[in-house]
């Protein structure tokens, strides 16, 4: 069973600073989405990665496949509170420990 | 409705009861799944539906009984639960099948078993 493993499991800062989240996997990945996860709801698609290499920008996120399709990142530029929750990487039925991201106004 | 609905969105039950969580989805798709979530794993996949088959079932007790009508809901019968199943309860659809594509989630039922 493939294992994805996100780090870090917490993270807190301040408004307007950036930072990197992570997703590992024990194997290649076939595809890679990025979820994000707000309190009280259900998680919401962000970007689909396929080709290793590919990076996708989404406003202020920056989404990363790795050459080699066994890790990913998404890079938050200018965080903003809204940017707070948890943010999920997933493979098919398969998805990651998760990181909590909190964004103090 | 749009969506992925749930219902009902709290639920508290004994250990002896029995309860059914309901899952609607109002998109057309034609895979459904039930996924807890829990302090200890984030999303930990429990049963997946494909034209109303089950085509997984990922090694969860019988005293989850999960119950697919026809594409559009999707059910989870519950019964002598114990206070570890205590959890929130997220259902989920997508277009394609269930291998791989975007999966549109409900806002999930949080449970409690006393």
């Known amino acids: 069973t493939q294992l994805l493993e996100q780090s870090p499991q917490f993270l807190s800062i301040q408004e307007g600073e950036n930072l990197t989240v992570y997703c590992n996997s024990s194997s290649v990945f076939s595809s890679l989405q990025w979820y994000r996860q707000e309190p009280g709801e259900g998680p919401v698609l962000l970007v689909t990665v396929v080709t290793g290499g590919e990076v996708k920008k989404l406003k202020r996120l920056t989404f990363q496949f790795g050459d080699a399709r066994k890790d990913s990142s998404l890079h938050i530029t200018a965080a903003q509170p809204g940017d707070t929750g948890l943010y999920l990487c997933?493979?098919?039925?398969?998805f990651g420990t998760g990181t909590r991201l909190t964004i103090i106004p | 409705e749009t969506g992925v609905t749930q219902t009902p969105r709290h639920l508290v039950m004994g250990m002896t009861n029995k309860k059914s969580l309901k899952c609607e989805q109002h998109l057309g798709h034609n895979a459904m799944y039930w996924y807890k979530q829990s302090a200890k794993k984030p999303l930990e996949l429990m049963f997946v539906?494909?034209?109303?088959?089950?085509?997984e079932n990922n090694s969860v007790p019988s005293r989850f009984s999960p119950e697919c009508p026809n594409s559009s809901h999707l059910f989870l019968h519950l019964h002598t639960l114990q206070p570890e199943d205590s959890a929130l309860y997220l259902c989920?659809?997508?277009?394609?099948?269930?291998?791989?594509?975007?999966?549109?989630f409900g806002p999930g039922t949080r449970l409690t078993v006393l």
């Open positions: 539906y494909s034209l109303e088959e089950r085509v």
């Open positions: 997933n493979e098919k039925l398969t």
């Open positions: 989920a659809s997508s277009q394609d099948g269930p291998w791989g594509g975007e999966q549109f």
